[in-house]
């Protein structure tokens, strides 16, 4: 009888015999242990497969991620195959052995779970100051207000007068607006329209003018006087003065007008200027 290990081949040769060790064992033959070629690297599995060792031999099976026999392994797409675990209202991205999940734009979550954003609550929506927001499922609407017409997001007075928003950001802390109302200036048909800069000046010009003709009348009658000329009085200078002025106030305040003894125009006035006063 032999010797060999029960793990070993017996090889009979010409008066003798001889052991060799079974593949996964090494040893003389006689005695022979297991070989672990996992941890020896002597395994053919693939890179994105797992080795387990066995006794006289070794497996190998792909990682999660992965399709194959282990020693050839390719990547499973757990989003086209829909073997993921994205919440519905998620998006799933593939990656090389896995896969990751976002929530789409309105939710918020770690993709597995999503819940809705409420945009109006949180003050994260776009609406215009004159309109109402309104959350959805995942969004929000805008309606503009009685007597504003528009998207929500730009509203205008129904008139034609513009009601628009300083701005907006797309990072809703910054994302603040005012209406500003432009509105034209309309004056009544029955109140004057206000004086210009030109008509103000031509009163004023006219006012200077009228108080040096004054002035140089009563120097020129106060000159005659003085040489003794009896003929041009204070009196008819004064008269001449007040003439002026009550042809510079409406016409209603002249009543009558007459020629003196010396041809000069006498005039007779209301009650609003009492001649015995000039």
């Known amino acids: 009888m032999d010797s060999c290990h029960s793990n070993a081949f017996c090889f009979n040769d010409k008066g003798n015999y001889s052991c060799r060790c079974s593949a ?7 005695v022979c242990s297991d070989i672990d070629e996992c941890s020896t690297e002597q395994d053919s599995c693939h890179s994105n497969a797992n080795c387990s060792n066995n006794v006289g ?3 190998c099976q792909c990682n999660n991620g992965f399709s194959g026999s282990g020693i050839v392994c390719v990547d499973i797409d757990e989003c086209t195959t829909e073997q993921h ?28 779970v999503c ?10 929506d776009e609406c215009h100051s004159n309109a109402t927001c309104s959350n959805n499922v995942g969004s ?5 207000h009685s007597g504003f017409s528009g998207n929500g997001k730009l ?7 513009a009601s628009l928003s300083s701005s907006a950001s797309s990072d809703s802390s910054d994302m603040m607006t005012s209406a500003i109302t432009l509105q034209p200036t309309i004056f009544p ?4 329209k206000p004086p210009t800069e030109t008509h103000a000046l031509a009163i004023g010009i006219g006012a200077a003018v009228g108080a040096l003709f004054l002035l140089f009348l009563l120097i020129a009658c106060l000159t005659k006087r003085y ?14 003065a007040v003439d002026l002025k009550m042809r510079a106030q409406p016409v209603d305040t002249i009543m009558d007008s007459d020629d003196d003894e010396n041809g000069e125009t006498r005039f007779c006035y209301s009650n609003e200027v009492d001649k015995d006063e000039m």
């Not at 675990?85 to 597995?112: D, L, P, Q, R, V």
């Not at 819940?115 to 994260?124: A, G, H, K, M, V």
């Open 24 to 30: 996964g064992y090494s040893g003389n033959g006689t």
């Open 57 to 59: 031999s070794y497996s």
């Open 85 to 112: 675990s994205c919440h519905s209202h998620a998006a799933c991205s593939n990656k090389i052995g896995s896969y990751s999940c976002k929530c789409n734009s309105g939710f918020s979550g770690n993709g597995t």
């Open 115 to 124: 819940t809705d954003i409420d945009e109006c609550s949180t003050e994260q």
């Open 140 to 144: 929000y609407s805008c309606q503009c």
């Open 155 to 161: 509203c205008l007075i129904v008139n034609g007068s």
């Open 189 to 192: 048909s029955n109140t004057a």
């Open 227 to 240: 040489r003794g000329n009896d003929s041009y009085s204070v009196d008819k200078s004064l008269n001449f």
